[in-house]
């Protein structure tokens, strides 16, 4: 349930805007442009960042800034924002786009939303972001400490906003209910790619269960803002691209976020193509005009890439009428 990794491999043939629809032509790894100047970010290292970066350690916290390689780390952390990632930083899935490692997770640590709480306390957050690596081990797969994290956030600053970034919980209903009753301000579930992608990219996933989970979301609590994200360069064509942006809205999503795959390591999917800061900004368009509240669309756009924004554009009453119950 993370935000996506970093590199290059293979590419295909960038085709302009005025022709987007058209069919993508693959070329060979070894004609693979380098990394466009638009993906290169300044090294993080500011005191602020090294400030956030103790604090971690001292109260023995992860973040999905880190584990997941995310390229916007430096520019978050010196605004005193991170993505906590709770439930350890060991995944049970193994995602073929993303560099959380994978495997045997440790024992599950009641005692972590008391410290994550500390911690947003300690630096005066006002919108916070968890997520958490799969845990299929657990038998609601760690749904209860998403709640008490919200819990622990409330009780330290009331006027702070959180938003949950949750595993499809294989389906389980009864987890998502315990996560909504603990009224998150915004919940977030990543779609991550498009449908023909999704047995090799995400294995342990499903396109549909993704889908589902979104909608019954809505279902259980039609003022409940919901969100997702889509990474792009996976291999997927334009028109796949915007099947996936129609299927989310579909199931009533609020927010919506598209960015650049970046390989993080050569044991990874490679990247199929660069998309350009001119297709980041069609695509957005096209997602306003399908109905998303907000679109946050551009290559290094990850789910929680300046998520205080995003709430604020999406704050507005979401309407309740005509919710498909998606039970």
């Keep these: 349930m993370v935000d996506f990794g970093l590199s290059q491999g293979s590419s295909l043939l960038y085709l302009p805007a005025t022709h987007m629809a058209a069919p993508l032509v693959q070329i060979g790894p070894a004609q693979a442009p380098r990394k466009p100047s638009w993906l290169k970010v300044k090294a993080p290292g500011g005191p602020t960042y090294l400030g956030v970066q103790q604090m971690m350690r001292q109260l023995k916290l992860h973040t999905v800034c880190e584990e997941a390689h995310c390229p916007n780390i430096g520019e978050c952390w010196e605004h005193k924002a991170a993505t906590f990632m709770i439930l350890g930083d060991v995944c049970t899935r193994n995602c073929a786009y993303c560099a959380v490692a ?47 994290c919200i819990t622990e956030i409330a009780l330290r600053l009331p006027e702070t906003s959180v938003e949950v970034l949750i595993p499809d919980f294989k389906g389980n209903p009864e987890a998502l209910r315990i996560v909504l009753a603990a009224r998150p301000d915004i919940l977030n579930h990543n779609l991550e790619t498009i449908d023909r992608l999704y047995r090799i990219a995400r294995p342990g996933g499903r396109y549909a269960r993704a889908l589902e989970l979104l909608g019954r979301a809505k279902a259980i609590a039609p003022d409940q803002l919901t969100k997702s ?99």
Excluded: C
């Design 102 to 148: 994978h495997g045997t997770p440790a024992p599950f640590d009641p005692d972590e939303p008391r410290r994550l709480g500390d911690a947003v306390a300690q630096m005066g957050l006002k919108h916070v972001v968890i997520t958490s690596v799969d845990r299929d081990d657990l038998p609601n797969g760690g749904a209860e400490s998403f709640a008490s």
């Design 229 to 327: 994200g889509l990474m792009v360069g996976l291999g997927e064509d334009w028109d796949e691209l915007l099947v996936s942006m129609r299927d989310l809205r579909a199931h009533h999503v609020d927010i919506l976020t598209l960015g650049q795959y970046l390989r993080p390591s050569a044991d990874h999917l490679p990247i199929a193509r660069w998309y350009t800061p001119e297709e980041f900004a069609e695509l957005k368009r096209l997602g306003m005009e399908m109905g998303f509240r907000h679109v946050e669309s551009g290559p290094l756009v990850r789910s929680s890439y300046h998520a205080w924004e995003q709430a604020e554009k999406a704050a507005a009453p979401v309407a309740v009428a005509a919710v498909a119950a998606v039970r």
